[in-house]
């Protein structure tokens, strides 16, 4: 359990791919064209997911 770490490039890529998925996410649910929901599920779940990593797990230098 202890090799469960980030880097900081890795936190940065993480935490850019967060900022792009909740973009879009944010841009369709405004938006809402059709079949919007579908693919506001491929940006949410990705930027649910990063954040929780970036939370939960801890940076190393």
Do not use: D, Y
């Amino acid at each position: 359990m202890t090799q469960l770490h980030l880097s900081p490039a890795v936190a940065a890529l993480i935490f850019l791919l967060v900022v792009i998925c909740g973009h879009n996410f944010r841009k369709l649910w405004k938006e809402q064209p059709p079949g919007w929901q579908k693919r506001a599920w491929l940006f949410g779940v990705p930027a649910a997911v990063g954040l929780l990593v970036l939370g939960f797990l801890p940076l190393v230098p």
